[in-house]
């Protein structure tokens, strides 16, 4: 039986779902994509849980040129992976 769970999950600022838009700060400072990704808005395409339990947020840059519409994507969009604890909801702006 499949581990089923809802696409939900804790972060810095609230409750992440996907859909929702994040701003992202990396933790590690690593290497160059860490400090590259800092600040940098994205939307939470997916929630993941690996075999261990720990949850991970699948991300999209919103200014990456192949995060289309499924139907009008061009290029594969680039999807980074983050522990919750590295990224902040952030509420939708409406004008």
Known sequence: ???????????????????DRVRLHPRAKADAFDMLLESR???VEEIKQDFEDRMYLVVTLEDDPGNEQEEDRVLPGHRFFFYPSEVELVEEEFV
């Open 41 to 43: 808005m994205a939307r």
């Open 1 to 19: 039986m499949m581990n089923q769970f809802e696409p939900i999950v804790s972060v810095i600022g609230g409750v992440a779902r996907p859909g």
